[in-house]
Antibody, heavy 117, light 110 residues
Framework: QVQLQQWGTGLLNPSETLSLTCAVYGGSFSPYYWFWIRQPPGKGLEWIGEIHHSGSTSYNSSLKSRVTMSLDTSKNHFSLRLTSVTAADTALYYC???????????WGQGTLVTVSS | QSALTQPPSASGSPGQSVAISCTGTSSDVGGYNYVSWYQHHPGKAPKLMIYEVSKRPSGVPDRFSGSKSGNTASLTVSGLQAEDEADYYCSSYAGSNTYVFGTGTKVTVL
C-alpha cells in the first residue's frame, strides 16, 4: 500500500522560504509524476507543480518564479521550496502521486503552513 | 490558468441523485480527456473518485459517475448517502504539463 508522509516548517515570517518534503513508502518513484497542491483557508485547491521521476518539472505559472521542486530517489523523497513567502501563501499543502492518467491517486496527510509576522 | 467553474453548493436527500458541473475552456476540459474528480472531507486528504472523465479507481462505488460534453464535465452521485456529504473538486489537464482545479462544490445530504 502506497503511503505519502510529508513534513516541513509550519510557521514562517514573510519573505522566508517554505520548505516541505514528502516521503513515498510502499511504492516506487518510477514511472510516476509527483505533485504539490495547496488549499488556502476557506478556498479551493490549487495545483502548484509536478516533478517527474526523471527530475523534469513543471510549475503553476503564477508561482513559477518562486517555486523549485526536487527529488532524491535514493531516499524516495521529493521536496518543495517556495521563496519570498507572504500571507497569501498560508495554506494546507499536500503532496500527491499522479498514478492514474490525469488523476492524483495517493495524497499526503497535508501540512499547514502559516505565514505571519 | 483560471480555475474551472463549479457551483458553490448542491444538495439532495438520501437516495436521490446530485450532479455537479465543472466548466472550463477548450484549453483544458474541452481539449483533453483528463478530467478527474476528488471528494474532500475537512481534515482529511482529498480522495480520487473519477479519472479520465469517467473511470473509477478501484474501490470507488459505482454510484459515482463522470461525463463530459464540450468544455463542461459533470460528476453525478446517485443513491446519495450521508457519507457523501463533502466538498468535491474537479481537475483538468491544461496542456504543457500543467493542471487546474475547479472552484469546489459543497454537497449537502438533506
Amino acid at each position: 500500500q502506497v503511503q505519502l508522509q510529508q513534513w516541513g516548517t509550519g510557521l514562517l515570517n514573510p519573505s522566508e522560504t517554505l520548505s516541505l518534503t514528502c516521503a513515498v513508502y510502499g511504492g516506487s518513484f518510477s514511472p510516476y509524476y509527483w505533485f504539490w497542491i495547496r488549499q488556502p483557508p476557506g478556498k479551493g485547491l490549487e495545483w502548484i507543480g509536478e516533478i517527474h521521476h526523471s527530475g523534469s518539472t513543471s510549475y503553476n505559472s503564477s508561482l513559477k518564479s518562486r517555486v523549485t521542486m526536487s527529488l532524491d530517489t535514493s531516499k524516495n523523497h521529493f521536496s518543495l521550496r517556495l521563496t519570498s513567502v507572504t500571507a497569501a501563501d498560508t495554506a494546507l499543502y499536500y503532496c500527491a502521486r499522479g498514478g492514474l492518467p490525469g488523476g492524483f491517486d495517493y495524497w499526503g496527510q497535508g501540512t499547514l503552513v502559516t505565514v505571519s509576522s | 490558468q483560471s480555475a474551472l467553474t463549479q457551483p458553490p453548493s448542491a444538495s439532495g436527500s438520501p437516495g436521490q441523485s446530485v450532479a455537479i458541473s465543472c466548466t472550463g475552456t477548450s484549453s483544458d476540459v474541452g481539449g483533453y480527456n483528463y478530467v478527474s474528480w476528488y471528494q474532500h472531507h475537512p481534515g482529511k486528504a482529498p480522495k480520487l473518485m473519477i479519472y479520465e472523465v469517467s473511470k473509477r479507481p478501484s474501490g470507488v462505488p459505482d454510484r459515482f459517475s463522470g461525463s463530459k460534453s464540450g468544455n463542461t464535465a459533470s460528476l453525478t452521485v446517485s443513491g446519495l448517502q450521508a457519507e457523501d456529504e463533502a466538498d468535491y473538486y474537479c481537475s483538468s489537464y491544461a496542456g504543457s504539463n500543467t493542471y487546474v482545479f475547479g472552484t469546489g462544490t459543497k454537497v449537502t445530504v438533506l
